[in-house]
C-alpha cells in the first residue's frame, strides 16, 4: 500500500479534535483532507440565506441539488466554497452551528453529501472526517480512528477557537449546545455518530494535538509496512 491511495476515516463528536488533527495528518502525509461537517453546515448557510425550511427534507435537497460545494486548499489552510463563493468563515457562526444537526438527520440529504463523498475518495488518498465515515462513506477505509473528550474539554476548546476567531462565546452556554448536538448526532434514525467496530477509539481529553498526531501516524506506519 502507498502514500497515494491510503483512505484514514476521523470520527467523533463535536470538538474531539478530528479536523486539527486531520489537517495535519493530510499536511504530513501529503493526503487530500475532506472536512465533510463543512458540507453539512455549507448546506445549512445557504438554506438560511435563501429563507429555505430545514425541516422541509424535499426543499433543501432541492437546494443541494443545485449548489457546489468545493474545497481549497491555499497557504492559510482550507477554504470552503459554495457555488464558487467563499464561505469559509460563514459557515462557523452560531446561527449554522445551532441548526446544523436539524439539516444532517435528513437521510436524503446525507445519501446525496455521502455520495458525493465517496466521489471525492474515489481516486485519491484522504484523510476524510466527520460522524459516519468510518461506518457508512468509507466502510473499507485503511485507519478508522474514533476520537473522544469530555464535554467540558470540548468546550473549552471550542470556546478558545471561537475567542482566536472574533466570534462571540459562552462557556456555559457551550457546553449545554456541545452536550444537546453530541445527543442529536448519536440519536437520529439515519447514520448516527456510533463508533465502528474496527475504529481505534482516542481518548483526547488529556493528550496534545502532537501527541495525538503520532500515535495516529504510529498506526499509519504500522499499516503501510
Ligand atoms: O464537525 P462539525 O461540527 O463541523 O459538523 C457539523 C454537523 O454536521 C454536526 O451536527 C454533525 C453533522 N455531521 C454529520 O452528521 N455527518 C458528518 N459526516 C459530518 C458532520
Do not use: C
Not at 425550511?53 to 482550507?78: R, V, Y
Not at 476524510?128 to 485503511?142: A, F, Q
Not at 474539554?153 to 456555559?172: C, P, T, V, Y
Not at 449545554?176 to 445527543?183: F, G, N, S
Amino acid at each position: 500500500m502507498s502514500n497515494e491511495s491510503l483512505t484514514i476515516a476521523i470520527d467523533g463528536p463535536a470538538s474531539s479534535g478530528k479536523s486539527t488533527v486531520a489537517k495535519r495528518i493530510a499536511a504530513d502525509l501529503n493526503l487530500i483532507y475532506v472536512d465533510t461537517g463543512a458540507m453539512y453546515r455549507a448546506l445549512t448557510y445557504k438554506a438560511l440565506k435563501d429563507h429555505v425550511n430545514i425541516k422541509d427534507e424535499k426543499a433543501l435537497l432541492e437546494l443541494l441539488e443545485n449548489t457546489i460545494i468545493s474545497f481549497e486548499k491555499t497557504e492559510d489552510g482550507q477554504r470552503v466554497f459554495i457555488d464558487g463563493k467563499e464561505v469559509t468563515e460563514d459557515i462557523r457562526q452560531n446561527n449554522v452551528t445551532n441548526t446544523v444537526s436539524i439539516v444532517a438527520a435528513h437521510a436524503r440529504v446525507r445519501s446525496e453529501l455521502v455520495k458525493r463523498q465517496q466521489k471525492m475518495a474515489q481516486n485519491n488518498g484522504v484523510v476524510m472526517d466527520g460522524r459516519d465515515i468510518g461506518t457508512v462513506v468509507l466502510p473499507d477505509s485503511d485507519l478508522k480512528i474514533f476520537l473522544v473528550a469530555s464535554v467540558k474539554e470540548r468546550a473549552e476548546r471550542r470556546h478558545k477557537e471561537n475567542k482566536s476567531k472574533g466570534i462571540f462565546s459562552d462557556l456555559e452556554q457551550l457546553k449545554k449546545d456541545i452536550a444537546e448536538r453530541d445527543y442529536k448526532d448519536s440519536t437520529r434514525d439515519t447514520s448516527p455518530l456510533k463508533q465502528a467496530d474496527d475504529a481505534v477509539r482516542i481518548d483526547t481529553t488529556k493528550l496534545s494535538i502532537d501527541e495525538v498526531v503520532k500515535t495516529i501516524e504510529n498506526l499509519i506506519s504500522t499499516k503501510l509496512k
